[in-house]
């Protein structure tokens, strides 16, 4: 099982801030890992794949980077309808397991 | 466009049983695997099953092993999740999601409470 630690939990933050997000892998996953953003009330939406891909549709200030252990999801200039929770996602091993979440609030 | 649409949750007491079933649209069902994934309120997500395209491989999660069947039919454009012997601890939304990694397109959820 890979442990996953995700980080902060809860970032307060103002419009246009640059936001950076962590997720550390117990082990090495490559670059298996996925961002997802879900907002109250909502299904989450697919962010980035294979750690820095970014989805179809998805504005460009969302990026990702890393590999291996350490990953990292920056949000360049936070927007308001960008205040959500972020999940990451490793799917290099079974099961493919989430973070506990990052909740992105209005400072 | 892609759809995916959940039905079938709801209450339910433990060690009961509910099918839940999910309708695509927009896209070539077939051609993809499928999952569940489930949210308990107030908490995270985790993923609870997938299945291949044609059906013949099919994954879980421990702790549902043995109590959830994950199924498909490309006929017609559905999948489902079959829960039974379940406990407070399965209550939750549980989404459906386009292919099995990673995860492109969700449903709505359809909520399952597990309760006396």
């Known amino acids: 099982v890979i442990w996953m630690t995700q980080s902060p939990s809860l970032l307060s933050a103002s419009t246009g801030d640059r936001v950076i997000i962590s997720c550390r892998m117990s082990q090495g996953i490559s670059s298996y890992l996925a961002w997802y953003q879900q907002k109250p009330g909502k299904a989450p939406e697919l962010l980035i794949y294979a750690a820095s891909t970014l989805q179809s549709g998805v504005p460009s200030r969302f990026s990702g980077s890393g590999s291996g252990t350490d990953f990292t999801l920056t949000i360049s200039c936070l927007q308001s309808e960008d205040f959500a929770t972020y999940y990451c996602?490793?799917?290099?091993?079974?099961?493919?397991?989430f973070g506990q979440g990052t909740k992105v609030e209005i400072k | 466009e892609v759809q995916l649409v959940e039905s079938g949750g709801g209450l339910v007491q433990p060690g009961g049983s509910l099918r839940l079933s999910c309708a695509a649209s927009?896209?070539?069902?077939?051609?993809?695997?499928m999952s569940w994934v489930r949210q308990a309120p107030g908490k995270g997500l985790e993923w609870v099953a997938n299945i291949k395209q044609d059906g013949s491989e099919k994954y879980y999660v421990d702790s549902v092993k043995g109590r959830f069947t994950i199924s498909r039919d490309n006929a017609k454009n559905s999948l489902y999740l079959q829960m039974n012997s379940l406990r407070a601890e399965d209550t939750a939304v549980y989404y459906c999601?386009?292919?099995?990694?990673?995860?492109?397109?969700w449903g709505q959820g359809t909520l399952v409470t597990v309760s006396s």
């Open positions: 999601a386009r292919r099995d990694y990673p995860l492109d397109y």
């Open positions: 996602q490793q799917y290099y091993s079974f099961p493919p397991a």
């Open positions: 927009g896209f070539t069902f077939s051609s993809y695997w």
